[in-house]
């Protein structure tokens, strides 16, 4: 029996992840510590305590929390740590750096200390920590001429979010390069999929729709972003766990590049299928707005290393997710609702139409 440490296992990919490597891995054990933000909910995470009975335990607590981190490690048998948690909003880390430090960074070295405190330096190489970044980190891209990211290409983040996880990613590495702590990095492109927190685009979109209401695009809407199935990311991060090397980065994507208002065309007309309307119905609720500061234009990656070391490939049926995915917020009532006080919240100061 493997026990796994997951923080941030009520966020979206956490989420996804504890019920994967459940499924996936018969002899696992999980402990999920999560803070419960506004973006962590339990409704992400109910009935895996009953549909895997005795193999999920979850704890509520800040990854901040030196002491509880010290319980849980005394207290429990952990061999890998997979680490989600994180303020994880562009939007939200203009308003409050503070916040995304103390939680990305700060948190990120108080669990990397804690672990390397606890885990005794014989049993190393049969532990694993994997730091969960992002593409964000490597900083924009024009629309053609430049070549893609690799894990070698410098870190050149462009808001206090890609700062704060570049920053993660440099402590992380330092644990491996000072320690030979068994660190690894993998750096993702933008998830979709169901229970992610309709802050961002693919949710907020099809919530809007469904409410009849703008769909506020950012600029000229032809900023490009990469898009994987949240359900293979999760396949990536196991294969990473179980094959990778230490010290090494893995990037990550989904090989799905659209522009923004590309993509939210696309929903426009799934959402209208869906709800037996006509083609254009949504596309009249565009609306262009100001621009995000320092918008990134584009990410793209180069991801032959974590293909050619593990074997794992993105799925590539991207409208049969994307359906699925628009499908699953227009038909989630109870989880809809129980975003709804903190979503109106931040609509409110956020978006001024
Ligand atoms: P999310 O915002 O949906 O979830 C974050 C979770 O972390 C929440 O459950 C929240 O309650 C918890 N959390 C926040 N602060 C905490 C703290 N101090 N202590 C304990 N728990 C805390 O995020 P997500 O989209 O699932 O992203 C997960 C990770 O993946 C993040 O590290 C993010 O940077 C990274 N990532 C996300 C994407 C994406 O497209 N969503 C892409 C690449 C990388
Ligand atoms: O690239 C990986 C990153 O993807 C992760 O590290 C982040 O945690 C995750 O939030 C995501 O960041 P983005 O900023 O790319 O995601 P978001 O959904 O916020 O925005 C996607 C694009 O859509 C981006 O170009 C901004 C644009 N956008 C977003 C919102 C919320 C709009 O045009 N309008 C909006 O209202």
Redesign the pocket.
């Known amino acids: 029996m493997k026990t796994y440490l997951i923080t941030g296992g009520c966020g979206f990919i956490g989420s996804h992840f504890i019920r994967y490597v459940l499924e996936n891995n018969k002899s696992s054990s999980i402990l999920n510590l999560d803070a419960l933000t506004y973006a962590g909910n339990p409704l992400n995470v109910k009935n895996i305590e009953k549909n895997y009975p005795g193999r999920y335990t979850f704890i509520k607590g800040d990854i901040t929390d030196e002491t509880l981190l010290k319980n849980i490690f005394s207290e429990n048998e952990i061999d890998h740590v997979i680490h989600f948690a ?1 303020e ?4 939200r880390s203009f308003d409050d750096p503070m916040q995304f430090v103390k939680t990305n960074i700060v948190g990120t070295t108080v669990l990397l200390n804690t672990a390397k405190e606890f885990w005794q330096k014989d049993e190393w190489n049969s532990k694993r920590f994997l730091h969960i970044s ?3 980190v490597y900083g924009s891209l024009s629309l053609e001429e430049d070549a893609k990211f690799t894990e070698n290409s410098p870190l050149k983040p462009r808001s206090p ?2 700062a704060s ?1 570049a920053a993660a990613d440099l402590l992380a590495q330092s644990y491996f390069e000072s320690f030979e702590f068994p660190v690894l990095i993998t750096r ?4 979709f999929g169901p229970y992610q927190y309709p ?4 949710p ?1 979109m099809v919530l809007n729709m469904k409410n009849e209401k703008a769909l ?4 000229n ?1 032809l ?1 490009i ?2 898009w994987i199935y949240v359900e293979d990311h999760c396949k990536a991060l196991l294969e990473v766990l179980e094959k990778g090397q230490v010290g090494e980065i893995y990037n990550i994507s989904g090989e799905q590049e659209y522009s ?1 208002i590309t993509l939210v065309n696309m929903i426009c007309e799934i959402a209208a299928s869906l709800t037996n309307k006509k083609k254009d119905h949504f596309k009249k609720y565009i609306t262009f ?1 100001k621009d ?1 500061p320092g ?2 234009l584009r ?1 793209t990656m180069d991801c032959s290393k974590v293909q050619s070391e593990t074997g794992w490939k993105p799925s590539h049926n991207f409208i049969e997710n994307l359906t699925s995915t628009v499908q699953w917020y227009l038909t989630h009532n109870e989880w809809v609702r129980s975003c709804e006080l903190s979503l109106q919240k931040w609509m409110k100061s956020h ?1 001024a139409i």
């Not at 802050?199 to 693919?202: F, N, P, R, V």
């Not at 506020?216 to 600029?219: E, L, Q």
Request: hydrophobic fraction near 25%.
């Open positions: 994180a994880s909003h562009v939007d992002t593409d964000e979010y890609a996880k993702c492109s933008n998830n802050e961002k685009l693919i907020l506020p695009i950012y600029g809407g900023n972003r990469d923004n707005i995000r918008h990134d990410y978006y």
